[in-house]
């Protein structure tokens, strides 16, 4: 995590900013395992159909690359828009 995060911060005591930090590491680890979790649930739902072998077949391996792609690629442009507005949003002071 980076300071700029905690910035506003500064007139808690050290102890504070310390279990603030590692409350919003633990948010941060827990809202990427949302992520990877619905991910995984969503591709393969929507490209594995049965389960005739151990492995998944062409078509279904294709379709969970890119099935995956698509949703990091959605992942991240919103990632980027919100740090967009989020730079666009006035401060607190």
Do not use: W
Not at 55 to 70: F, H
Not at 72 to 83: C, N, Q, T
């Amino acid at each position: 995590m980076d300071k700029s995060t905690l910035g506003n911060l500064d007139n808690l005591p050290e102890e504070d900013k310390v279990r603030m930090s590692a409350m919003i590491d633990q948010l941060q680890i827990r809202d990427s395992l949302r992520m990877y979790n619905s991910l995984v649930e969503r591709c393969f739902n929507d490209c594995v159909d049965n389960f005739r072998r151990k492995t998944l077949d062409k078509q279904e391996e294709t379709c969970v690359r890119r099935c995956a792609e698509k949703f990091l690629k959605h992942s991240m442009r919103v990632g980027m828009r919100f740090a967009e507005l989020n730079q666009g949003a006035p401060t607190q002071d």
